[in-house]
């Protein structure tokens, strides 16, 4: 769903060995935050270094504009990246950084003038890929579609775009292939049963996505999927009943997919809310302007 958007945060402290040494712990380590994927204590640390006049890193606003982005705040990465590109020393590689982050804030002119500016990579042609598809420009989608490679990432890549032009079952049999060699990419399961929902095969998607919870129960796109099954094979009562529980077992600041569910808490009720819910998430949720035309038609 987020590839279909389309609209457009003290002097007095000690240094960091004192610190640990009163507390008998050590801090850790970038590296060890980074592959833990603790993304937020990594901005912490890096933003710690920077507060107590430690000396920097060359790579250190690189890697929080990285992780500003791994944690979804588009914005933030947005500000570190664009700072970077006005440095004389910039690394080329932060160009095709900025054209994601355009990218997934809806900023496709913006996105396809900074990746035409890094230099030539597998994530440029995957973005640039993605960007014809946007921009509906089929010469470009074939020039590179030509260029993707027999690699992972080049065939999730593929697959998206399969799905995005409701090429279903070539999206599941791209996944399938990948899923046979790398059994540990549990995720690709969830995206194997969303094919198989805009199939119409809802309990099929049923037990595909079970595959995927058993793992990780409380993942955002997994039950909100699971919600929309329950309401094509049961009603709207059994489906928002699924939602409840994720929006209860939510944090305070659960902010990742909070349209989509919006929108389908609206299309479980019949339509309750719509005129309120629904005009905003046009251009962001891709079914909120035909669920939009759907309800002024029934009234």
Same mark, same amino acid.
């Given at each position: 769903?987020?590839?279909? *958007?389309?609209?457009?945060?003290?002097?007095?402290?000690?240094?960091?060995?004192?610190? *640990?040494?009163?507390?008998?712990?050590?801090?850790?380590? $970038? +590296?060890?935050?980074?592959?833990?994927?603790?993304?937020?204590?990594?901005?912490?640390? $890096? =933003?710690?270094?920077?507060?107590?006049? =430690?000396?920097?890193?060359? /790579?250190?606003?690189?890697?929080?504009?990285?992780?500003?982005?791994?944690?979804?705040?588009?914005?933030?990465?947005? +500000?570190?990246?664009?700072?970077?590109?006005?440095?004389?020393?910039?690394?080329?590689?932060?160009?095709?950084?900025?054209?994601?982050?355009?990218?997934?804030?809806?900023?496709?002119?913006?996105? +396809?003038?900074?990746?035409?500016?890094?230099?030539?990579?597998?994530?440029?042609?995957?973005?640039?890929?993605?960007?014809?598809?946007?921009? &509906? /420009?089929?010469?470009?989608?074939?020039? &590179?579609?030509?260029?993707?490679? /027999?690699?992972?990432?080049?065939?999730?890549?593929?697959? &998206?775009?399969?799905?995005?032009?409701?090429?279903?079952?070539?999206?599941? /049999?791209?996944?399938?292939?990948?899923?046979?060699?790398?059994? =540990?990419?549990?995720?690709?399961?969830?995206?194997?049963?969303?094919?198989?929902?805009?199939?119409?095969?809802?309990?099929?998607?049923? +037990?595909?996505?079970?595959?995927?919870?058993?793992?990780?129960?409380? &993942?955002?796109?997994?039950?909100?999927?699971?919600?929309?099954?329950?309401? *094509?094979?049961?009603?709207?009562?059994?489906?928002?009943?699924?939602?409840?529980?994720?929006?209860?077992?939510?944090?305070?600041?659960?902010?990742?997919?909070?349209?989509?569910?919006?929108?389908?808490?609206?299309?479980?009720?019949?339509?309750?809310?719509?005129?309120?819910?629904?005009?905003?998430?046009?251009?962001?949720?891709?079914?909120?302007?035909?669920?939009?035309?759907?309800?002024?038609?029934?009234?």
């Amino acid at each position: 769903q987020m590839l279909s *958007r389309a609209k457009p945060a003290m002097g007095g402290t000690p240094p960091a060995g004192d610190r *640990r040494r009163k507390k008998g712990k050590e801090v850790p380590q $970038l +590296e060890e935050l980074l592959a833990q994927r603790d993304f937020t204590g990594a901005i912490a640390l $890096l =933003e710690f270094k920077q507060h107590v006049g =430690e000396e920097e890193e060359e /790579d250190d606003n690189l890697w929080i504009g990285y992780c500003a982005f791994h944690l979804g705040d588009y914005t933030r990465a947005l +500000e570190e990246y664009e700072a970077l590109t006005k440095q004389p020393t910039c690394n080329p590689d932060v160009w095709v950084n900025l054209a994601c982050t355009y990218f997934l804030l809806g900023m496709y002119v913006q996105a +396809e003038q900074a990746a035409l500016k890094a230099p030539k990579s597998g994530l440029q042609n995957r973005l640039l890929f993605h960007l014809a598809h946007k921009f &509906s /420009d089929e010469k470009k989608l074939m020039s &590179s579609h030509q260029n993707l490679q /027999d690699v992972t990432e080049d065939q999730l890549s593929l697959a &998206s775009i399969h799905y995005m032009r409701s090429h279903y079952q070539e999206a599941i /049999d791209i996944y399938k292939r990948i899923l046979l060699d790398n059994r =540990e990419y549990l995720a690709l399961n969830v995206y194997v049963a969303l094919c198989y929902y805009k199939l119409d095969y809802y309990d099929v998607s049923q +037990e595909v996505l079970a595959v995927y919870l058993q793992q990780v129960p409380d &993942s955002t796109i997994a039950l909100n999927l699971k919600a929309c099954n329950h309401f *094509r094979l049961y009603n709207g009562k059994a489906a928002e009943a699924e939602l409840k529980n994720l929006t209860d077992s939510a944090s305070p600041s659960f902010e990742f997919g909070k349209e989509l569910i919006k929108h389908n808490l609206v299309v479980f009720r019949g339509g309750e809310g719509a005129l309120q819910v629904l005009p905003p998430l046009v251009d962001v949720v891709p079914e909120a302007r035909l669920n939009l035309v759907i309800y002024c038609l029934q009234q």
